[in-house]
Protein backbone atom coordinates (compact mmCIF):
# COMPACT_ATOMS: atom_id res chain seq x y z
CA UNK A 1 0.00 0.00 0.00
CA UNK A 2 1.06 3.67 -0.95
CA UNK A 3 2.76 5.09 2.27
CA UNK A 4 1.33 8.50 4.05
CA UNK A 5 3.83 11.17 3.12
CA UNK A 6 3.60 14.94 1.99
CA UNK A 7 3.14 14.07 -1.48
CA UNK A 8 0.09 11.71 -1.22
CA UNK A 9 -1.72 13.56 1.41
CA UNK A 10 -4.15 14.81 -1.17
CA UNK A 11 -5.25 11.20 -2.28
CA UNK A 12 -6.75 10.99 1.59
CA UNK A 13 -10.65 10.76 1.73
CA UNK A 14 -12.25 14.08 2.05
CA UNK A 15 -13.62 12.69 6.00
CA UNK A 16 -9.97 12.53 6.85
CA UNK A 17 -8.71 15.79 8.37
CA UNK A 18 -5.56 17.23 7.00
CA UNK A 19 -3.03 20.24 7.81
CA UNK A 20 -5.01 23.54 6.96
CA UNK A 21 -1.39 25.03 6.90
CA UNK A 22 1.76 25.17 4.79
CA UNK A 23 4.50 22.92 7.01
CA UNK A 24 6.80 24.14 4.69
CA UNK A 25 7.09 27.71 6.64
CA UNK A 26 7.28 26.15 10.19
CA UNK A 27 10.22 26.45 12.06
CA UNK A 28 10.99 24.54 15.03
CA UNK A 29 10.26 26.31 18.36
CA UNK A 30 9.27 23.27 20.46
CA UNK A 31 11.80 20.35 21.28
CA UNK A 32 9.91 17.59 22.37
CA UNK A 33 11.96 14.39 24.33
CA UNK A 34 10.16 11.18 25.08
CA UNK A 35 8.01 10.77 21.65
CA UNK A 36 5.47 8.41 22.77
CA UNK A 37 2.24 7.89 21.76
CA UNK A 38 0.53 10.21 24.19
CA UNK A 39 2.48 13.26 23.07
CA UNK A 40 1.56 13.06 19.82
CA UNK A 41 -1.86 12.06 21.18
CA UNK A 42 -2.29 15.31 23.05
CA UNK A 43 0.49 18.17 22.72
CA UNK A 44 0.88 17.36 19.13
CA UNK A 45 -2.89 18.10 18.37
CA UNK A 46 -3.12 20.77 20.82
CA UNK A 47 -0.28 22.28 18.83
CA UNK A 48 -1.66 22.11 15.55
CA UNK A 49 -5.17 23.55 16.82
CA UNK A 50 -3.07 26.76 17.36
CA UNK A 51 -1.05 25.95 14.09
CA UNK A 52 -4.21 25.90 12.23
CA UNK A 53 -5.41 29.22 13.50
CA UNK A 54 -2.27 31.06 13.03
CA UNK A 55 0.78 29.12 11.40
CA UNK A 56 3.74 30.19 12.48
CA UNK A 57 7.03 29.25 14.39
CA UNK A 58 5.39 26.59 16.65
CA UNK A 59 6.80 23.19 14.89
CA UNK A 60 7.96 20.23 16.65
CA UNK A 61 11.15 18.49 16.92
CA UNK A 62 10.59 14.85 18.23
CA UNK A 63 13.43 13.62 20.36
CA UNK A 64 13.63 9.57 21.27
CA UNK A 65 15.25 9.03 24.30
CA UNK A 66 15.94 5.43 24.21
CA UNK A 67 15.45 3.66 20.56
CA UNK A 68 15.16 4.52 16.83
CA UNK A 69 11.71 2.85 16.27
CA UNK A 70 9.60 6.46 16.24
CA UNK A 71 11.94 7.85 14.09
CA UNK A 72 12.31 4.44 11.37
CA UNK A 73 8.45 4.72 11.86
CA UNK A 74 8.33 8.44 10.94
CA UNK A 75 10.78 9.85 8.75
CA UNK A 76 9.45 7.98 6.29
CA UNK A 77 6.23 9.63 6.38
CA UNK A 78 7.91 13.24 6.41
CA UNK A 79 6.78 13.60 10.07
CA UNK A 80 2.91 12.68 9.22
CA UNK A 81 0.69 10.50 11.10
CA UNK A 82 -2.67 10.00 12.06
CA UNK A 83 -4.36 10.51 14.95
CA UNK A 84 -7.68 8.35 15.26
CA UNK A 85 -9.77 9.34 17.79
CA UNK A 86 -12.26 6.83 19.36
CA UNK A 87 -16.03 8.01 19.53
CA UNK A 88 -19.31 5.62 20.72
CA UNK A 89 -20.84 7.58 17.33
CA UNK A 90 -17.73 6.78 15.27
CA UNK A 91 -14.05 7.47 14.55
CA UNK A 92 -12.47 10.82 13.68
CA UNK A 93 -9.44 10.77 11.98
CA UNK A 94 -6.85 13.60 11.63
CA UNK A 95 -3.34 13.66 10.24
CA UNK A 96 -0.86 15.77 12.50
CA UNK A 97 1.79 17.96 10.31
CA UNK A 98 3.79 19.96 13.19
CA UNK A 99 5.73 17.25 13.88
CA UNK A 100 8.75 18.10 11.92
CA UNK A 101 11.81 16.01 12.87
CA UNK A 102 12.66 13.23 14.90
CA UNK A 103 16.07 12.53 16.62
CA UNK A 104 17.80 10.02 18.20
CA UNK A 105 19.34 10.60 21.21
CA UNK A 106 21.90 7.65 21.91
CA UNK A 107 22.82 7.90 18.16
CA UNK A 108 23.82 11.34 18.63
CA UNK A 109 23.53 13.31 21.95
CA UNK A 110 25.27 16.70 21.03
CA UNK A 111 23.46 16.80 17.98
CA UNK A 112 20.29 16.86 20.02
CA UNK A 113 22.00 19.24 23.03
CA UNK A 114 22.79 21.64 20.07
CA UNK A 115 18.88 21.45 18.48
CA UNK A 116 17.73 22.36 22.19
CA UNK A 117 20.39 25.00 22.27
CA UNK A 118 19.49 26.91 18.97
CA UNK A 119 17.68 30.28 19.30
CA UNK A 120 14.65 29.05 17.42
CA UNK A 121 13.57 26.41 20.58
CA UNK A 122 12.11 27.98 22.63
CA UNK A 123 10.11 25.12 25.03
CA UNK A 124 11.43 21.62 25.92
CA UNK A 125 8.63 19.70 26.49
CA UNK A 126 8.42 16.78 28.26
CA UNK A 127 7.05 12.79 28.32
CA UNK A 128 9.78 10.64 30.45
CA UNK A 129 7.13 9.02 32.68
CA UNK A 130 7.83 9.09 36.32
CA UNK A 131 10.74 6.98 35.67
CA UNK A 132 12.42 9.11 33.24
CA UNK A 133 13.18 11.83 35.94
CA UNK A 134 15.71 10.03 37.81
CA UNK A 135 14.37 11.50 41.27
CA UNK A 136 13.52 9.97 44.44
CA UNK A 137 9.62 9.93 44.21
CA UNK A 138 9.88 10.20 48.27
CA UNK A 139 11.85 13.34 48.56
CA UNK A 140 11.75 15.11 45.05
CA UNK A 141 15.43 14.97 44.90
CA UNK A 142 18.01 14.29 41.73
CA UNK A 143 19.43 10.50 42.76
CA UNK A 144 23.18 11.30 42.21
CA UNK A 145 23.50 7.76 42.42
CA UNK A 146 21.53 7.06 39.31
CA UNK A 147 23.30 5.24 36.79
CA UNK A 148 22.10 7.72 34.12
CA UNK A 149 23.27 10.72 36.46
CA UNK A 150 26.73 9.63 37.50
CA UNK A 151 26.93 8.75 33.26
CA UNK A 152 25.83 12.35 32.61
CA UNK A 153 28.16 14.07 35.21
CA UNK A 154 31.07 12.04 33.84
CA UNK A 155 30.29 12.41 30.55
CA UNK A 156 28.61 16.14 30.11
CA UNK A 157 29.38 15.82 26.04
CA UNK A 158 26.83 13.27 25.77
CA UNK A 159 24.12 12.70 28.36
CA UNK A 160 21.56 10.44 28.17
CA UNK A 161 18.91 11.43 30.51
CA UNK A 162 16.12 13.79 30.14
CA UNK A 163 17.90 16.52 32.81
CA UNK A 164 21.20 15.85 31.71
CA UNK A 165 19.93 17.00 28.51
CA UNK A 166 17.98 19.93 29.29
CA UNK A 167 21.14 21.04 31.48
CA UNK A 168 23.47 20.73 29.00
CA UNK A 169 21.64 22.83 26.28
CA UNK A 170 21.20 25.51 29.34
CA UNK A 171 24.31 25.64 29.71
CA UNK A 172 24.95 25.97 25.78
CA UNK A 173 22.75 29.28 25.39
CA UNK A 174 24.07 30.91 28.65
CA UNK A 175 27.56 30.73 27.07
CA UNK A 176 25.40 31.54 23.48
CA UNK A 177 24.26 34.83 25.18
CA UNK A 178 20.78 33.49 25.22
CA UNK A 179 18.13 33.27 27.18
CA UNK A 180 16.28 29.79 28.80
CA UNK A 181 13.57 27.93 26.88
CA UNK A 182 10.70 26.61 29.33
CA UNK A 183 11.21 23.20 30.21
CA UNK A 184 7.31 22.13 30.30
CA UNK A 185 6.97 18.82 32.37
CA UNK A 186 3.44 17.41 30.77
CA UNK A 187 3.96 14.01 33.09
CA UNK A 188 1.72 12.35 35.75
CA UNK A 189 4.13 13.40 38.62
CA UNK A 190 2.77 15.84 41.17
CA UNK A 191 4.15 19.72 41.09
CA UNK A 192 6.05 18.36 38.11
CA UNK A 193 6.77 22.36 37.46
CA UNK A 194 8.22 22.49 40.73
CA UNK A 195 9.85 19.01 40.72
CA UNK A 196 11.70 19.50 37.29
CA UNK A 197 13.44 22.75 38.33
CA UNK A 198 14.55 21.11 41.45
CA UNK A 199 16.14 18.16 39.60
CA UNK A 200 17.59 20.38 36.84
CA UNK A 201 19.08 23.14 39.28
CA UNK A 202 20.44 20.33 41.35
CA UNK A 203 22.28 18.27 38.30
CA UNK A 204 23.40 21.77 37.27
CA UNK A 205 24.71 22.67 40.81
CA UNK A 206 27.07 18.83 41.13
CA UNK A 207 29.50 20.87 38.21
CA UNK A 208 28.73 24.20 38.05
CA UNK A 209 27.05 26.52 40.71
CA UNK A 210 27.03 29.57 38.40
CA UNK A 211 24.63 27.84 36.12
CA UNK A 212 22.83 26.70 38.76
CA UNK A 213 22.10 29.60 40.35
CA UNK A 214 21.63 31.03 36.25
CA UNK A 215 18.66 28.65 35.93
CA UNK A 216 17.11 29.46 39.06
CA UNK A 217 17.15 33.21 38.72
CA UNK A 218 15.89 33.16 34.80
CA UNK A 219 14.36 29.28 34.57
CA UNK A 220 10.71 28.74 33.41
CA UNK A 221 9.19 25.29 34.77
CA UNK A 222 5.44 25.75 34.55
CA UNK A 223 3.16 23.18 36.17
CA UNK A 224 1.10 20.78 34.01
CA UNK A 225 -2.13 18.93 34.20
CA UNK A 226 -2.55 16.24 31.06
CA UNK A 227 -5.14 14.23 31.02
CA UNK A 228 -6.08 11.93 27.47
CA UNK A 229 -6.76 8.45 27.55
CA UNK A 230 -3.98 6.98 24.20
CA UNK A 231 -3.75 3.30 24.52
CA UNK A 232 -1.12 1.94 22.66
CA UNK A 233 -1.25 1.24 19.39
CA UNK A 234 -1.61 -1.96 17.94
CA UNK A 235 -1.04 -4.12 14.66
CA UNK A 236 -4.89 -4.32 14.58
CA UNK A 237 -5.12 -0.68 15.16
CA UNK A 238 -1.98 0.45 12.14
CA UNK A 239 -4.23 -1.75 9.47
CA UNK A 240 -7.14 -0.45 10.44
CA UNK A 241 -6.27 2.88 9.70
CA UNK A 242 -4.78 1.80 6.61
CA UNK A 243 -7.91 0.95 5.56
CA UNK A 244 -9.98 3.88 6.78
CA UNK A 245 -7.29 6.54 4.81
CA UNK A 246 -6.40 4.18 1.96
CA UNK A 247 -2.76 4.66 2.97
CA UNK A 248 -0.01 2.99 4.68
CA UNK A 249 0.79 4.87 8.28
CA UNK A 250 3.10 2.79 10.44
CA UNK A 251 3.09 5.68 13.39
CA UNK A 252 -0.96 6.16 14.26
CA UNK A 253 -1.77 6.89 17.47
CA UNK A 254 -5.22 6.36 19.05
CA UNK A 255 -7.14 8.42 21.56
CA UNK A 256 -10.55 9.27 23.46
CA UNK A 257 -12.34 12.54 21.90
CA UNK A 258 -11.61 13.77 25.46
CA UNK A 259 -8.90 15.86 26.52
CA UNK A 260 -7.60 18.40 29.10
CA UNK A 261 -4.32 20.43 29.33
CA UNK A 262 -3.87 23.08 32.65
CA UNK A 263 -0.71 25.25 32.09
CA UNK A 264 0.71 27.22 34.81
CA UNK A 265 0.87 30.39 33.18
CA UNK A 266 4.78 31.08 33.21
CA UNK A 267 6.92 30.82 30.01
CA UNK A 268 10.57 32.46 29.26
CA UNK A 269 10.58 32.67 25.56
CA UNK A 270 6.90 32.87 24.37
CA UNK A 271 4.41 29.90 23.60
CA UNK A 272 1.71 28.84 21.23
CA UNK A 273 -1.61 30.74 21.36
CA UNK A 274 -3.04 27.35 23.17
CA UNK A 275 -5.27 29.00 24.74
CA UNK A 276 -7.52 29.58 21.93
CA UNK A 277 -7.99 26.42 21.38
CA UNK A 278 -9.29 25.10 24.77
CA UNK A 279 -6.24 24.60 27.48
CA UNK A 280 -6.68 25.80 30.94
CA UNK A 281 -4.32 28.75 32.02
CA UNK A 282 -3.84 29.02 35.32
CA UNK A 283 -2.31 29.64 38.65
CA UNK A 284 -4.23 26.78 40.01
CA UNK A 285 -2.82 24.03 38.22
CA UNK A 286 -1.96 22.32 41.83
CA UNK A 287 -5.97 21.70 42.28
CA UNK A 288 -6.75 20.24 38.49
CA UNK A 289 -3.75 17.86 39.06
CA UNK A 290 -4.58 16.57 42.46
CA UNK A 291 -8.70 16.20 40.91
CA UNK A 292 -6.97 14.31 38.25
CA UNK A 293 -4.24 12.14 39.12
CA UNK A 294 -6.52 11.20 42.29
CA UNK A 295 -9.74 10.76 40.84
CA UNK A 296 -9.07 9.68 36.94
CA UNK A 297 -5.63 8.02 37.74
CA UNK A 298 -6.52 6.60 41.34
CA UNK A 299 -9.31 4.91 40.11
CA UNK A 300 -7.60 3.25 37.23
CA UNK A 301 -5.42 1.84 40.07
CA UNK A 302 -8.71 0.65 41.63
CA UNK A 303 -10.18 -1.30 38.47
CA UNK A 304 -6.67 -2.33 37.54
CA UNK A 305 -5.93 -4.74 39.98
CA UNK A 306 -9.15 -6.76 40.43
CA UNK A 307 -9.63 -6.66 36.79
CA UNK A 308 -6.21 -8.05 36.45
CA UNK A 309 -6.75 -10.64 39.28
CA UNK A 310 -9.83 -11.53 37.05
CA UNK A 311 -8.42 -11.94 33.50
CA UNK A 312 -10.54 -8.95 32.27
CA UNK A 313 -9.00 -8.15 29.24
CA UNK A 314 -10.44 -4.12 28.48
CA UNK A 315 -10.99 -1.53 30.88
CA UNK A 316 -14.91 -1.32 29.54
CA UNK A 317 -15.38 -4.93 30.34
CA UNK A 318 -14.06 -4.36 33.87
CA UNK A 319 -16.21 -1.34 33.99
CA UNK A 320 -19.20 -3.46 33.43
CA UNK A 321 -18.25 -5.93 36.47
CA UNK A 322 -20.78 -4.86 39.05
CA UNK A 323 -18.01 -5.92 41.49
CA UNK A 324 -15.17 -3.81 40.39
CA UNK A 325 -17.77 -0.69 39.83
CA UNK A 326 -19.25 -0.83 43.34
CA UNK A 327 -15.59 -0.95 44.57
CA UNK A 328 -14.99 2.05 42.58
CA UNK A 329 -17.93 3.39 43.06
CA UNK A 330 -16.98 3.36 47.29
CA UNK A 331 -13.57 4.03 46.95
CA UNK A 332 -13.71 7.21 44.88
CA UNK A 333 -17.13 8.63 46.66
CA UNK A 334 -15.77 7.98 50.52
CA UNK A 335 -12.08 7.93 50.30
CA UNK A 336 -10.90 9.65 47.61
CA UNK A 337 -13.15 12.76 46.36
CA UNK A 338 -14.04 14.16 49.76
CA UNK A 339 -10.69 15.04 50.35
CA UNK A 340 -9.63 17.47 46.95
CA UNK A 341 -9.56 20.50 47.57
CA UNK A 342 -12.08 22.35 45.05
CA UNK A 343 -11.14 22.80 41.46
CA UNK A 344 -11.95 26.51 39.63
CA UNK A 345 -15.19 25.98 37.69
CA UNK A 346 -15.41 22.05 37.97
CA UNK A 347 -17.93 20.05 40.08
CA UNK A 348 -15.79 16.92 42.21
CA UNK A 349 -19.09 14.52 41.67
CA UNK A 350 -19.72 15.59 37.53
CA UNK A 351 -15.72 15.11 37.08
CA UNK A 352 -16.63 11.61 38.54
CA UNK A 353 -19.17 10.86 36.61
CA UNK A 354 -17.70 11.71 33.09
CA UNK A 355 -14.16 9.65 34.25
CA UNK A 356 -16.78 6.56 34.31
CA UNK A 357 -18.06 7.07 31.34
CA UNK A 358 -14.32 8.12 29.81
CA UNK A 359 -13.42 4.31 31.30
CA UNK A 360 -16.58 2.91 30.13
CA UNK A 361 -16.07 3.33 26.27
CA UNK A 362 -15.73 0.48 24.43
CA UNK A 363 -14.32 2.12 21.77
CA UNK A 364 -11.35 2.99 22.81
CA UNK A 365 -10.17 -0.62 24.11
CA UNK A 366 -7.62 0.19 26.85
CA UNK A 367 -6.37 -2.88 28.51
CA UNK A 368 -6.51 -3.63 32.16
CA UNK A 369 -2.56 -4.76 31.41
CA UNK A 370 -1.88 -1.46 30.50
CA UNK A 371 -2.89 0.02 33.89
CA UNK A 372 -1.35 -2.80 35.81
CA UNK A 373 1.82 -1.55 34.47
CA UNK A 374 4.79 0.07 36.95
CA UNK A 375 2.38 -0.53 40.12
CA UNK A 376 6.09 0.42 42.04
CA UNK A 377 5.99 3.94 40.76
CA UNK A 378 1.77 4.39 40.47
CA UNK A 379 1.33 3.46 44.18
CA UNK A 380 3.08 6.09 45.43
CA UNK A 381 1.58 9.04 43.32
CA UNK A 382 -1.89 7.86 42.88
CA UNK A 383 -2.95 5.82 45.92
CA UNK A 384 -0.73 6.68 48.80
CA UNK A 385 -1.55 10.30 48.63
CA UNK A 386 -5.49 9.61 49.36
CA UNK A 387 -5.13 7.00 51.91
CA UNK A 388 -2.71 9.97 53.87
CA UNK A 389 -5.17 12.83 53.21
CA UNK A 390 -7.82 10.65 54.28
CA UNK A 391 -6.17 9.13 57.98
CA UNK A 392 -5.13 12.31 58.43
CA UNK A 393 -9.26 13.87 58.38
CA UNK A 394 -10.38 10.56 60.55
CA UNK A 395 -11.53 8.67 57.33
CA UNK A 396 -12.06 5.43 56.24
CA UNK A 397 -9.31 3.76 53.88
CA UNK A 398 -10.09 0.12 53.51
CA UNK A 399 -11.26 0.35 49.56
CA UNK A 400 -7.52 2.38 49.22
CA UNK A 401 -5.98 -0.49 51.52
CA UNK A 402 -8.04 -3.37 49.36
CA UNK A 403 -6.21 -1.67 46.32
CA UNK A 404 -2.45 -1.75 47.64
CA UNK A 405 -3.71 -5.24 48.80
CA UNK A 406 -4.75 -6.32 45.23
CA UNK A 407 -1.12 -4.86 44.09
CA UNK A 408 0.70 -6.75 46.10
Wanted: net charge negative; glycine share 8%; with cysteine.
Amino acid sequence: MTRLTTRTLSSLPAVVRRPAYDRSHLSPGIVHLGLGAFARAHLCEYTEDTLELEAGSWGVTGASLQRPDQRDRLAPQDGLYTLLKRAPAGPELRIIGCLRAVMVAPEDPAALVARMAAAETRIVSLTVTEKGYCHDPATGRLRADHPDIVHDLANPQSPRSAVGLIVAALKARRAAGLGPFTALSCDNLPHNGGVLRGLVRDFAALSDDGLAQWIEANGAFPATMVDRIVPATTEADIAEVAGLIGLADAAPVIGEPFRQWAIQDVFAAGRPAWEKVGVTLTPHVHNFEMMKIRILNGGHATIAYPGGLMDIEYVHEAMANPLIMGLLDKVEMNEIVPYIPPVPDTNLGDYYRLIVERFSNPEVADTERRLCLDGSNRQPKFIVPSIRDALAAGGSVEGLALVSAMWC
